[in-house]
Structure formats: structure tokens, C-alpha cells
């Protein structure tokens, strides 16, 4: 059971609290101020031997204010007197520099949610903490050796790693929001690496592969053994991988690769890239830029979600967002300030860095499921190139232009028959996401930005 | 000159509020000791950071960010105990020690520790430190990009001109007896602009820095920095589509050193190769590379981005050779690799920040001059791509395999540079493209300073370097075929 309202919460209410009172009284007209704490535990072993325990906790507050229509940010982590003094004369001074922006502007009073209104999301594990360093090294090892066990092949490993972190977080403003709530997250990943066989007398290629898991829950929290197997499984389907010819060809993403592909999207709805002109969706809200089969929400009220939250960096009530509907974009994802450059309300989309900066973001921002399961998919592909896996930056936002180094298989007659790597796919963004012409049911939340597997007519793929 | 701000003063500093002297250290370091770790260090920062974003005509939002604490490492074996605070009293920072210290499960008084104040060297004292400057002469600089940058051609429509700024102030302090203390500047001025006309759309941007006070300005203005992003967005409006396939390449001087640090840098990180994870394992003393290349990591150029008087674990930075006429002379060491080699650290060991354990890391990677004159290499091509300017890049470790994305690249055809060509990546294999490394200008240049290196989630500063370089053949990620 989550405790919106517990003494960590209060602390750090009160201490938001005091800030923003301090910033009116030095003479901000606005006060934000966000206060954060966190402690985490990561382990990581290698070739069964422990290589990393790291423990600590952090706190550090965060303040935006304004005077007039002048906006400065400020952060700090030295929480002495005289740092928080510091911290809020450098802002008031940052102001003075700032010039007027006729769109800056806290959220109205309004439209601010109550604690009240605030649900329970279910987001923090009580039993997290108690888990040491002794249990979390026991997990990272089972995990590396339950891949060391499925084929002698795997000859080495970049590690067996546990993380478990705790945070709470607090947002008090001038405007009157207090709100405020408590988080957990665990994770396990195992990279083992595995060598081929020398070529005539050239030493073979080293393959490196991982698989990992993650839960707000550690009770539902994939076992380590399961993790550690799937790695060893996807590393040695990469063995003897090679380059394929240029051509034209389908491309199936699978939820690794499709979750890359959705977090471009999530930038070209971004408010913030839209009024800036640095969206290639720019002016295309009504219109199509999708295939029917792609419907886009952004969920932050989704019970236990990696992204979810029962308010946005302003202090608004979140909502749910549906962005594209059956490939019609239906709403920009917007925070006040964005809402205002483009004529329109926000969408509760506010997200607040940790060096005090809004802007808008997104929360669980899913591509929603379709009915065929992934091997169907798969089964009914005649042709095409299986991307695991993407490498590189090659993507001008501003023009949609896409081209990107790729692995993963070559698909003939709706099977995987060899793995390929050293190739780049490459379309217009725009086109990539209208060519979607199958979306599989396998969606898995282990990430804010979560798709299941889909396909993409054609792309040029560059190779020998 | 001195590097210090006038303004901002690490408390644990020598002459801060609580300076940390070797007294404390000793008795730190023999905390993190007490349960039987071989060797163990301190590392205290304090951070402060400015930014000032310039907008549609107007300063639209300016920050500062100041983080302070200390980390603290235990070693046992290859095991590493590693815990930070952010609270510099003595409960927290003695908590921080036996935290780190239950790594070793042994016990027993560690051998007594004595810590002694050492110098470093001066590679980046500033007159001014630009956070000691009045906020309004930043400001006047970023309106000058944007005046510029506007008057320039009427088809700019959008104008985004930024100045970052940092200081780093580190004390470490080692139970092998080094007690050191640097603070490090960093500025970054950088100006993007969108540029509209017949239905398209485009942006370009230039921008640069190091560990600079004011006086970058000097030899880099604002004016320049706005009319290079406008030229770019201009000629990048007629980009056509990239061609697919392989092609050979050639590569401008200076942030091609890029392509260097994602095809042979990474892989020369003494880590992966004591793990035998990297494609250069056990390769030292052989041929990885055409015999014209030089690769060297310099942390000891003045200024540069990439440049540190100490590193992350109190050792002295080098300039190292790991590539000398394309044969494999040594990895970039930090502490825990060069015990394993039986080598002495070359001053790589570097952290993001107090909550990081250090690992080996680049600085300022360069790759040497040929003897080619950079016409006659573009000369020598009938059919490829000339690149200019890039995104960043990525690298397998495992196997070598790595792209490079391009953001201004043009077409050369029968000697000549032609159309300019939309975003694209290269995609190769490290060792297969230095060996396919077959002309080098004698134009070296330095990037001027903007490349973040990303590795284990920590990110460092780092500087790049090349000159003129011809790759027989790359294949080239584009979308048109033939």
C-alpha cells in the first residue's frame, strides 16, 4: 500500500516549503520548488566474482522562479544554510538577467490538483529496502551463471548486475500545489559474451549479448536464472552474423528496437520540438502520420507503471493522452508554456528536470498492442530484415531523416534463418511509421516507453 | 594566474570553510580500510554549473546548478566498494567509509597511511573564469549570435543560441599517499538555427568551447559561430538522398577524430581488455591499422575539452601512443588495469562525478598527419562522400563494430565535392577501417571543443582530432540504391 502522505513525504513537503516562502520574501512573484531524495544498492559480478557494491542516498532541491515575466532556474545538493541562501539569491539574480517572456507563467491557479485528488498508483515496495548487498550479489551471480550454463560457447561476460533504488519527491509552489509521493524500482541485467569459431586462421568474431528485467516490485521481478538464460540465448543467435546485400526490404522491430523507434516519436510530439519548429510533425496535428494499425496513448494513471504519476511537473492532475489514434495525430504532448506558444491547453504533460527546467515529456507512452501474436507475425513475413538491435544517432528531428546501424536476422519464408549485423536501415521517420503494416501483441512494460513487436513494409538497407 | 572563482569555493578546498588536510584524510582512508581492503581513495567535488538559453530574441531562462560531495572507494582484489554522500560532516563522510569499506570481509588494522600534498600541472589557468563574469556580457554574446544569425538571410526563421559554463573543483586523496587538488573550467557556446523555404525545412549548428575563460571568444566569435550554423542549415536545404552501399569516404580535419574515438579509442580502454572483452585483446605489438597511422591520447593539450592536470584517481595524465605506425603500442591505463598489466596508470582513470567509480577513459584523441595535401585526396576519388560534420557515434566493444552519423556530408564525383546529401550513418568494423585507411593529409585540427564521451552511464568531456583522412571504403547508410 502507498502512503502518499508519510513522514519522508512531509519532510521534504516542509522543507519545499520553506524555500519557496524564502524566494517570495526575496522577492519572486513565482516560487517552484522540487525536492528529491533517493537511496539505491547496485551490484554487478563478473565471472562469478563480485566486481561492484555501491550504496548511497542523495537529496537535492530544485527551484524555478519569477519576476515579472523573467525566469531563472536553480539547483543545488549542498543543503547547508548557507548553500540554500545561495541557491536562492543565485536565482533571484538569474532573474534579473533573464528578459521578458511574454508566455512565461506559472499554471492557473485552477487548474492545480489537490493531494485529495491524488491517487494511489501503487508505485512503491515497502519490502524493497530490506533486501543487502549479500542477496543482491546472490541474484547478479545466478543470473551470470545460469548463462555460463547453457552452452560452453560463452566463453566470457560483461557481468551479472542487481540495482535496487528508493526515491521520494516533493512539489511545493507559490500557486499553492503541495503534492508529493514515494517510488520503487529494481532491475536485473546479464551480458554475457560469446567467441566463434576461428575462419582460416582468423580469429573468429566476439559477440556480446544481454538480457535484463525490471519492476517497481521485487516480488514481480523476473527470476535472475530466467534473465540469465535469455541473454545466453540472444548472444548465441548472433554467431556467424554477417553483412547482407543493399536492398529494399521489410523490416520487423522487436520490442527493443520498436521501443527506440517510439521514443523518436515521443520527441516529434514533444510541445516543445513543435513550437520550436524542430518536430517534423509540425503543423500536421489532424493529419495522418501513422498506418491505421498504430494507436499512441500516453498513460501516467496506469497502476504500477514505470512512468506513472497522479500529477505533472506543474502541479496539474494527470490524464490520460491519446496522441495518435488508428495513425491520426490527435494531441501534442504540452506543458503550460508550450500550450501557450501553440494557442492551446496543456495536456498535464509538465515534466520537471532535476535542475529545476519544465518542459513537457512523457509518462507511459505506449504504441497499444495488436492481435497477432510475434511468431505469427514473424510466421507470415515472407522477406525481411529482424532488427534486434540499433546503434548510432542518425536522425535530423527536423526533417524526419532516418538512418541507423542495425543487427539482428534475416527472415526468409516467415523464419529466421541467419543472424545479420553491420547494416544500416534508413527512411524518413514519417514514412517508417505510414509503412507500419503489422503490430504484434507482445507489449511488456518493463519501460516508460514500451511497443510490442511491429513490421515496416520497406526500407532501404544498406550492406555490401 | 589562478584558476579559482572568486564567487564559488569547494568547502573541503585548501582555504575553504572546512579544508580537507591530509590529517583528515589519513584518518578517512583508515576507516575505509578497517575491514581489510588493499587500497582505497577519496574523492570529493564540488560542482557549479551555469546555463543561459537565448531565444526568439530574448534571454529567455538562465540556471545554475551546484552539486558537492564525496566518494569513497575500497578494493579488494578486483572487487570494488564504492559509496558517496553529499553531506560533508564527519558522521556522513565516516559513514561513506565503513559503507565502502564492507567490500573486504577480512578485518585487521590496515598498515599506517601517510598522505602527502602533491602538485599538479597548469594546463588551463584563465585570467577570468566565466562564472565570475557579469551575467549581462554572456548575455550580449548570445545576442550577437542571434543578431547575426538573423541578418544573415531572411531565411532563418528560428534562432536558439546557448552558453554553458563549469567549474570542477576535485580533492583527492589516496591510501597510496596522494593527497591532490585541481579545479577544472569548462565553457561551451553554441548556436542552432532553422532555416525555412520552399515547404522545407532544415536546421544547422555550430558551436565550441573548452576549458576556456572568456577569451575563447576571442579567436571564435559569436558572429562566426551564427553565420557557420546559417551556412549549414542553407546547404543542407538541398540535400538529397544519400547514397547506400559501400563507397570510400573522405573525412574533414578535426571532428572526424570522432570516427577515431568510436573505431580504435574505445576498444583501447584498458578495462575491456583486461576483462578480454574488446576486439584488441592481447593484440599489443600487432598490426591493427594501415602503417600510416599515428593514434595518441593527449591529455596534456592546453585547453582543450578533453584536457585534465590530474585525473579521477590522482595520477598524472599522459600523452600516450597506442597506435604508432598502424602497430598496437599500449591501452589507456587507469589504477586497477595497470596492476593487472604490470603497467604504470597513464593518468586515464576518470568519473563523471563523486557518484561514480572512475574506469579508463579517453581525453584528447588524436590521430597524427600524413604527408597527403587534403585537395589532392578529394582529387583522388571518382565516387564518394566527403564529410563534414557529425552527430556522434557508437561503438561494440566486443567486436569493433561502430557507426558514425552525419549531419553535413556532400557527394564527391570524379574529384569533385558536389551535392550536399541528407543525414546519414556509416556503419564498419574498427580494425577493418583503420586498415582501409589509405591517404592522410598534413592538416591536422582539433575539434573545437563540444564532444561528450558516454560509457557505463558516466559522461566525460573529451577532445577529438584528425586530419584530412581517405577510407578506401565504407559502407555508406543511405537510401538510394545504385
Not at chain 1, 521520494?168 to 560469446?194: H, K, N
Not at chain 2, 572568456?214 to 559569436?222: K, N
Request: some cysteine; hydrophobic content about 40%.
Amino acid at each position: 500500500m502507498t502512503k502518499q502522505s508519510n513522514e519522508r513525504v512531509d519532510a521534504l513537503l516542509a522543507l519545499g516549503e520553506r524555500i519557496v516562502e524564502k524566494a517570495r520574501k526575496a522577492g519572486a512573484d513565482v516560487a517552484e520548488c522540487s525536492v528529491r531524495q533517493g537511496d539505491h544498492l547496485s551490484v554487478k559480478v563478473r565471472m562469478g566474482q563480485p566486481e561492484l557494491v555501491e550504496e548511497a542516498g542523495s537529496k537535492a532541491v530544485g527551484l524555478r522562479v519569477m519576476v515579472g515575466q523573467q525566469v531563472a532556474v536553480t539547483y543545488t545538493s549542498d543543503l547547508t544554510v548557507q548553500g540554500i541562501q545561495r541557491f536562492i539569491e543565485d536565482a533571484m539574480e538569474l532573474a534579473q538577467l533573464s528578459q521578458p517572456d511574454p508566455f512565461a507563467g506559472p499554471p492557473d491557479a485552477a487548474l492545480l490538483s489537490t493531494r485529495e485528488q491524488h491517487a494511489d498508483l501503487d508505485l512503491f515496495d515497502p519490502e524493497m529496502s530490506a533486501l543487502g548487498a549479500a542477496e543482491a550479489l546472490r541474484r547478479a551471480k545466478d543470473g551470470e551463471a545460469a548463462a555460463f550454463a547453457v552452452d560452453k560457447r560463452l566463453t566470457n561476460s560483461e557481468g551479472g548486475s542487481f540495482t535496487r533504488a528508493a526515491g521520494s519527491s516533493a512539489l511545493v509552489t507559490s500557486g499553492g500545489f503541495r503534492g508529493g509521493g514515494e517510488g520503487t524500482y529494481s532491475s536485473i541485467v546479464v551480458s554475457p559474451v560469446a567467441e566463434e569459431d576461428a575462419v582460416d586462421g582468423a580469429p573468429g568474431k566476439k559477440r556480446s549479448g544481454h538480457h535484463w528485467a525490471a519492476h517497481r516490485k521485487l516480488r514481480e521481478l523476473q527470476d535472475a536464472g530466467d534473465v540469465g538464460r535469455e541473454a545466453a540465448r540472444r548472444t548465441l543467435a548472433k554467431l556467424g552474423a554477417r553483412k547482407v546485400d543493399t536492398q529494399e526490404v521489410a523490416v520487423i522491430f522487436d520490442q527493443d528496437a520498436a521501443r527506440s523507434m517510439l521514443g523518436l516519436m515521443a520527441g516529434a510530439v514533444n510541445g516543445s520540438s513543435v513550437w520550436r519548429k524542430s518536430s517534423y510533425l509540425v503543423d500536421r496535428e489532424g493529419t495522418r502520420v501513422a498506418s491505421d494499425l498504430v494507436t499512441i496513448v500516453d498513460d501516467p494513471q496506469l497502476v504500477g507503471g514505470p512512468g506513472s504519476r497522479p500529477f505533472d511537473g506543474e502541479g496539474l492532475l494527470s490524464r490520460r493522452n491519446v496522441v495518435i489514434e488508428n495513425g491520426m495525430l490527435k494531441s501534442y504532448l504540452l506543458d503550460t508554456y508550450s500550450a501557450k506558444k501553440l494557442g492551446k491547453q496543456s495536456t498535464a504533460s509538465a515534466s520537471r528536470g532535476s535542475s529545476g527546467g519544465v518542459g513537457p515529456g512523457t509518462t507511459n507512452f505506449v504504441l497499444q498492442p495488436g492481435t497477432m501474436t510475434a511468431e505469427e507475425l514473424l510466421r507470415s513475413t515472407d522477406r525481411a530484415l529482424y532488427v534486434t538491435d540499433m546503434m548510432g544517432f542518425g536522425f535530423n528531428a527536423v526533417t524526419g531523416d532516418f538512418s541507423r546501424g542495425a543487427s539482428g536476422f534475416w527472415v526468409e519464408k516467415g523464419e529466421k534463418v541467419f543472424p545479420v549485423s553491420e547494416v544500416t536501415i534508413s527512411l524518413n521517420v514519417d514514412q517508417i511509421f505510414q509503412r507500419i503494416d503489422a503490430v504484434a501483441s507482445d507489449l511488456d512494460m518493463r519501460t516508460s516507453i514500451a511497443s510490442p513487436t511491429f513490421r515496416v513494409s520497406a526500407m532501404t538497407l544498406a550492406g555490401k | 594566474m589562478t584558476t579559482f572563482s572568486s564567487r564559488y569555493k569547494a568547502p573541503f578546498a585548501p582555504g575553504g570553510q572546512a579544508p580537507v588536510d591530509a590529517e583528515i584524510a589519513r584518518r578517512l582512508l583508515t576507516l575505509a580500510l578497517s575491514r581489510g581492503g588493499d587500497y582505497a581513495d577519496l574523492f570529493y567535488e564540488y560542482g557549479v554549473s551555469g546555463s543561459y538559453s537565448y531565444d526568439e530574441g530574448i534571454l529567455k531562462a538562465a540556471g545554475r546548478a551546484v552539486t558537492m560531495g564525496l566518494g569513497v572507494r575500497v578494493m579488494k582484489g578486483d572487487a570494488t566498494g564504492y559509496a558517496y554522500v553529499e553531506e560533508l560532516t564527519s558522521e556522513a563522510m565516516d559513514h561513506a567509509a565503513r559503507t565502502a569499506a564492507q567490500i573486504a570481509e577480512g578485518g585487521g588494522a590496515p598498515a599506517p597511511i601517510g598522505v602527502t600534498s602533491r602538485s599538479v600541472a597548469k594546463r588551463y589557468e584563465v585570467p577570468t573564469l566565466t562564472l565570475d563574469v557579469a551575467g549581462i556580457e554572456k548575455r550580449e554574446l548570445l545576442a550577437r549570435a542571434d543578431r547575426t544569425a538573423r541578418a544573415e538571410d531572411p531565411r532563418v526563421v528560428r534562432v536558439d543560441a546557448s552558453f554553458s559554463e563549469e567549474i570542477r573543483e576535485i580533492l583527492i586523496a589516496s591510501s597510496d599517499g596522494k593527497l591532490v587538488h585541481d579545479v577544472q573550467p569548462l565553457m561551451r557556446f553554441g548556436v542552432r538555427v532553422i532555416v525555412e523555404h520552399g515547404g522545407k525545412r532544415q536546421s544547422g549548428s555550430s558551436g565550441g568551447g573548452g576549458r576556456f575563460g572568456m577569451e575563447y571568444f576571442e579567436g571564435h566569435t559569436p558572429e562566426w559561430h551564427a553565420k557557420e550554423a546559417v551556412r549549414q542549415a542553407i546547404a543542407m536545404l538541398d540535400a538529397r538522398e544519400a547514397p547506400a552501399g559501400e563507397l570510400p569516404i573522405v573525412l574533414a580535419p578535426g571532428d572526424s577524430g570522432i570516427l577515431l574515438h568510436e573505431a580504435v579509442g574505445h576498444g583501447l580502454e584498458a578495462d575491456f581488455n583486461r576483462k578480454k572483452t574488446s576486439n584488441y585483446t592481447d593484440a599489443v605489438g600487432t598490426k591493427v591499422a594501415s602503417e600510416l597511422c599515428t593514434v595518441v591520447d593527449d591529455a596534456t593539450l592546453a585547453f582543450s575539452r578533453g584536457t585534465i592536470n590530474v585525473d579521477d584517481e590522482g595520477n598524472e595524465p599522459t600523452k600516450s601512443t597506442l597506435i604508432e605506425d598502424g602497430i598496437l603500442r599500449g591501452y589507456m591505463q587507469d589504477r586497477h588495469s595497470a596492476g593487472f598489466f604490470h603497467t604504470t596508470p597513464t593518468g586515464n582513470g576518470r568519473r563523471e562525478s563523486f557518484r561514480s567509480h572512475p574506469l579508463p577513459r579517453m581525453t584528447n584523441t588524436l590521430l597524427l598527419a600524413g604527408k597527403d595535401d587534403p585537395e589532392d585526396i578529394i582529387r583522388s576519388v571518382e565516387r564518394g562522400i566527403y564529410a563534414k560534420k557529425f552527430g556522434g557515434g557508437q561503438v561494440e566493444i566486443s567486436n569493433g563494430d561502430f557507426v558514425f552519423s552525419l549531419t553535413e556530408s556532400y557527394l564527391i564525383e570524379n574529384g569533385k565535392i558536389t551535392a550536399p546529401l541528407k543525414d546519414v550513418n556509416l556503419i564498419g568494423n574498427g580494425p577493418d577501417v583503420m586498415r582501409k585507411v589509405v591517404m592522410l593529409g598534413h592538416d591536422v585540427e582539433v575539434s573545437d571543443g563540444i564532444w561528450t564521451c558516454g560509457k557505463d552511464g558516466q559522461s566525460v568531456p573529451v577532445g577529438v582530432g584528425c586530419p584530412t583522412i581517405k577510407i578506401s571504403a565504407v559502407t555508406v547508410g543511405g537510401s538510394q540504391i545504385g
